[in-house]
């Protein structure tokens, strides 16, 4: 089955003829498998020079600091395919996107180690225990220091994020299915006058279906571990959300005007109200897509 959209995306990346055009997808993955091994690396850093005391102090903090460092980097990335589109288009006019979606998708290939790490548990990683104690207990799962039996804990969180995963890579899936690949890399953001207005029944229900989806593999990231990492790492990946969300809508106001505003105030962001369960299902099905 042929992805929607993609004819559209190179028609708008003429540098990347036939295969070439997978040159942009691979450097994005490459870049984010450098960036957890960055995370994985500074968080044993204290147990392999545990001589260094500054190490051995921040150990507690550092699976925070970089997953906060890769954030940033994600944000920023993205932030310019925003910020410099005006500069941009004057500057290269139809080649500005082609010249800025590369950066865009490392920004979004940044975001994955970062689950990953919440999916991560701190304290078992080779080659040594951690130095401090502090780091040990934010690694362990909550369900346990409040007293659940192992089998039990393992088996909650196990249930809550097996579930919690499948549900949010299926509405990730139905997004891309839905409103294709065009779409989901921000084509009309450069091209404006040749985007459609989506009129499809899950923004009657949630504004950013993909970004609930992301928030979605976050929460099961969260229960994996359920632990103080996962919880906070969580966190900050919610909050790497809520700001490309923030750019968004910006441009979604400045394109629809008080439609829009109106719009946002009766529509949730990134969760579905119980009385709108029926419908987000719907969107899930494959008949649907």
């Not at 005006?86 to 950066?103: F, H």
């Not at 579930?163 to 997004?175: A, Y």
């Not at 091209?191 to 499809?200: D, T």
Request: charged share 20%; with cysteine.
């Amino acid at each position: 089955m042929k992805l929607k959209g993609v004819e559209k995306l190179r028609e708008k990346l003429p540098g990347y003829p036939g295969r070439k055009i997978f040159v942009i997808p691979l450097e994005a993955l490459v870049i984010a498998i450098l960036a957890y091994i960055f995370l994985i690396v500074l968080d044993i850093l204290p147990r392999v020079f545990s001589d260094v005391f500054i190490l051995v102090t921040l150990e507690p903090v550092l699976p925070l600091l970089g997953t906060l460092f890769i954030g940033a980097i994600a944000s920023w990335l993205l932030g310019r395919v925003w910020s410099k589109r005006d500069s941009m288009k004057s500057e290269y006019g139809d080649l500005a996107y082609q010249k800025m979606i590369p950066g865009g998708l490392i920004g979004i290939a940044l975001i994955i180690p970062i689950v990953f790490h919440a999916f991560t548990s701190v304290r078992s990683l080779p080659p040594l225990r951690p130095v401090e104690d502090l780091t040990i207990q934010f690694s362990r799962s909550i369900l346990s220091i409040l007293g659940l039996t192992e089998g039990l804990d393992i088996g909650v969180r196990m249930v809550l994020s097996g579930f919690i995963l499948i549900l949010g890579m299926l509405v990730i899936r139905s997004s891309f299915l839905t409103f294709g690949i065009d779409y989901m890399t921000v084509v009309y953001l450069y091209f404006p006058e040749e985007s459609e207005l989506q009129e499809h029944e899950i923004y009657s229900v949630v504004r950013h279906p993909t970004y609930m989806g992301a928030v979605l593999l976050g929460v099961s990231a969260m229960f994996f571990r359920f632990s103080v990492y996962s919880i906070l790492i969580c966190a900050i990946f919610y909050l790497l959300l809520r700001i490309q969300i923030r750019r968004e809508e910006i441009e979604l106001i400045e394109r629809f005007g008080e439609g829009y505003r109106e719009y946002r105030e009766r529509i949730p962001a990134l969760h579905v109200r119980f009385r709108d369960f029926r419908k987000f299902f719907n969107f899930l099905s494959p008949k649907q897509n």
